[in-house]
């Protein structure tokens, strides 16, 4: 199952350079500070509509003026409109998400960045950088825009070191490229045909952004969210993983049946069990691995990755009538999009609405 990694196009985009300035035209609209006031106390989505229309050299400029018109913040409702401006781009990189354009919402997720580092995040102004950067970070992720989402992590975690989701979105992006790097042909490999995927950084950190992308990283990462805040089970079910993955399968089982049993999501508690057959493969406990796999398919009935290890488990121990029922399942139109697995490889995408959601309570 870890071998699907490989299928998801992990293209790691270069941040966006700001071009050169360009003025609103007295036809293009209205300005951003005027949207984020909208935005704040009128009409969301005649607010988000409004930017939809903007291009990259608008959105760009619009920022640009934004910060020269609030370059020192005086009063608490300046600073109000620049957390709705932030808010309001947010919610629309979420839903150009939605519709395909990864590198649209990068740049709206970019912008909204450097309006939050703008000001001083004083009172709710802090809570709601917190919110932003873990909103950004797995906005990113869910985009495969990896290297962009790791900047603004990294750059979160400056303003809060111990925020145990930060951590554990930071750990994900890690874990994404880190396990990738496992499926990749060796440089040394005569096999020329095969295209490298690329993007990341080399193992010794000579390129890209992501010097440090290793599984022992993105283990620590987890196992600090986890000092922190002992009962988060997204670090718990990714610790797990990522001793899995290293080759750890007997120390990554207590972590997984915690999850299995305590996680409050449905989703995670199917992920528990479908890494734990997995580990207990490795152990060569087959019947056991096998009543994991069942166990998964109680919690996600249609997920094709989950039917498929229990119909090869079952073939592996002579039920084949059990096997073939499975397989059959897992054909079924909907079984991979009604599969958690997929979710996982790109952070927390159940995530988003709920940290928008909080967002725009916690604008002023």
């Known amino acids: 199952m870890e071998v699907q990694v490989g299928c998801i196009a992990l293209v790691l985009a270069q941040v966006a350079g700001v071009g050169p300035p360009v003025a609103p035209s007295s036809a293009s609209g209205r300005s951003l500070a005027e949207l984020a006031e909208t935005y704040r106390s009128v009409d969301r989505e005649k607010a988000v509509a409004a930017v939809t229309l903007w291009d990259r050299e608008r959105l760009y400029a619009e920022v640009r003026r934004f910060l020269d018109e609030a370059r020192l913040e005086t009063s608490a409702e300046q600073g109000a409109t620049r957390l709705a401006a932030v808010a309001l781009?947010?919610?629309?990189?979420?839903?150009?998400?939605?519709?395909?354009?990864?590198?649209?919402?990068?740049?709206?997720?970019?912008?909204?960045?450097?309006?939050?580092?703008?000001?001083?995040l004083e009172g709710g102004a802090g809570a709601f950088a917190r919110r932003f950067y873990l909103l950004a970070g797995l906005a990113l992720h869910r985009g495969v825009e990896l290297q962009a989402g790791y900047a603004l992590l990294v750059q979160a975690l400056r303003l809060d070191k111990d925020d145990p989701e930060l951590l554990t979105a930071l750990g994900a992006i890690t874990e994404t490229v880190a396990a990738l790097r496992q499926y990749e042909r060796s440089p040394d490999s005569r096999d020329r045909s095969i295209t490298r995927l690329g993007g990341y950084a080399t193992e010794d950190g000579s390129?890209?952004?992501?010097?440090?992308?290793?599984?022992?990283?993105?283990?620590?990462?987890?196992?600090?969210?986890?000092?922190?805040?002992?009962?988060?089970?997204?670090?718990?079910?990714?610790?797990?993983?990522?001793?899995?993955?290293?080759?750890?399968?007997?120390?990554?089982?207590?972590?997984?049946?915690?999850?299995?049993?305590?996680?409050?999501?449905?989703?995670?508690?199917?992920?528990?069990?479908?890494?734990?057959?997995?580990?207990?493969?490795?152990?060569?406990?087959?019947?056991?691995?096998?009543?994991?796999?069942?166990?998964?398919?109680?919690?996600?009935?249609?997920?094709?990755?989950?039917?498929?290890?229990?119909?090869?488990?079952?073939?592996?121990?002579?039920?084949?009538?059990?096997?073939?029922?499975?397989?059959?399942?897992?054909?079924?139109?909907?079984?991979?999009?009604?599969?958690p697995w997929w979710g996982y490889q790109m952070g927390q995408p159940e995530r988003l609405d709920e940290l928008l959601a909080e967002l725009r309570r916690l604008v002023p």
């Not at 998400?97 to 909204?112: K, Y």
């Not at 049993?261 to 691995?289: P, S």
């Open 89 to 120: 781009l947010s919610d629309r990189a979420l839903l150009d998400l939605d519709d395909g354009d990864s590198l649209r919402a990068r740049r709206e997720l970019q912008s909204a960045a450097r309006l939050m580092d703008a000001g001083r």
């Open 207 to 339: 390129s890209g952004s992501l010097p440090s992308a290793s599984l022992p990283e993105a283990e620590a990462r987890y196992e600090q969210a986890l000092t922190l805040e002992p009962g988060l089970a997204e670090a718990r079910l990714r610790l797990g993983r990522v001793r899995l993955l290293s080759g750890r399968a007997r120390e990554a089982l207590p972590d997984l049946e915690r999850v299995a049993a305590e996680a409050r999501h449905a989703g995670q508690r199917y992920l528990a069990r479908l890494f734990e057959g997995r580990a207990r493969e490795r152990l060569g406990d087959l019947a056991g691995a096998a009543d994991a796999y069942r166990a998964a398919t109680a919690f996600a009935p249609r997920a094709q990755t989950g039917l498929l290890a229990l119909g090869r488990m079952l073939d592996r121990l002579g039920d084949t009538a059990g096997a073939i029922d499975a397989f059959e399942r897992a054909s079924q139109p909907d079984a991979r999009t009604q599969d």
